[in-house]
Nanobody
Framework: QLHLVQSGGGSVQPGGSLTLSCAAS????????FGWFRQAPGKEREVVVC????????SYSDSVKGRFTFARDPGKTTIYLQMNSLKPEDSGVYYC???????????????WGSGTSVNVSQ
């Protein structure tokens, strides 16, 4: 399984942008499915983006569709989450996760990053 190290995040004003990174160490990066999750204060963790390694498809939650973009760089064994037009409701702790040959995202994925905080406020 992969070891995931997150970076990025921070504070930004509404309408701003941030990029999160998740560097993976381990073998066979290209055979892993990936997800980005977030957890807002007092709420359950939710999937915001899911990468299906079976067919290369990417699915976004309705709340981020059109604003967030998932990217994957096999050369750097890193995944990214580009977040644009950020809203206060996007605030929370963001986690990356991976699953061997994964085609869906869920709470029992094999590996998780430690989380990074995103705060969107004036």
């Amino acid at each position: 399984q992969l070891h995931l190290v997150q970076s990025g995040g921070g504070s930004v004003q509404p309408g701003g942008s941030l990029t999160l990174s998740c560097a993976a160490s381990g073998y066979n990066f290209v055979y892993y499915g990936f997800g980005w999750f977030r957890q807002a204060p007092g709420k359950e963790r939710e999937v915001v983006v899911c990468y299906n390694t079976h067919d290369g498809s990417i699915s976004y939650s309705d709340s981020v569709k059109g604003r967030f973009t998932f990217a994957r760089d096999p050369g750097k064994t890193t995944i990214y989450l580009q977040m644009n037009s950020l809203k206060p409701e996007d605030s929370g702790v963001y986690y990356c996760a991976s699953d061997w040959f994964g085609n869906r995202c869920h709470e029992k994925m094999q590996s998780w990053g430690s989380g990074t905080s995103v705060n969107v406020s004036q």
